[in-house]
């Protein structure tokens, strides 16, 4: 059974860090892709950026490039959204999404492409 669980948000002042992670299982993150997705209250939900298994290839939304950045341990079968400078418009309920099996070298921040979708982690950034 394909499974994703993010963890690791939480309450973080503007200009700080915070690290997600999305445990995979069911899979081995050989051909996957995983996609980081968030929602804020009142939006809609918007792509934040991926990660192919097959090529580590990663792409990030415009809006946070520069700040986050995406990661992969494949002995732990987890991938990681490291965020940095956060702003209060990252507040948001962050999603880990797999697409599996995926045998591309590239990734899409489509939501529609992705088969299997975490609880979603809520991050808020406030002083």
């Known amino acids: 059974q394909v499974q994703v669980v993010e963890s690791g948000g939480g309450l973080v002042q503007p200009g700080g860090s915070l690290r997600l992670s999305c445990a995979a299982s069911?899979?081995?993150?050989?051909?996957?892709?995983i996609g980081w997705f968030r929602q804020a209250p009142g939006k809609l939900r918007e792509g934040v950026g991926c990660i192919s298994g097959r090529s580590g290839f990663v792409h990030y939304a415009a809006s946070v490039k520069g700040r986050f950045t995406i990661s992969r341990d494949n002995a732990k079968n987890t991938v990681y959204l490291q965020m940095n400078s956060l702003k209060p418009e990252d507040t948001a309920v962050y999603y880990c999404a797999a697409r599996y099996p995926w045998y591309g070298n590239d990734c899409s921040d489509d939501d529609y492409e992705y088969d299997y979708w975490g609880q979603g982690t809520s991050v808020t950034v406030s002083s």
């Open positions: 069911g899979f081995t993150l050989d051909y996957y892709a």
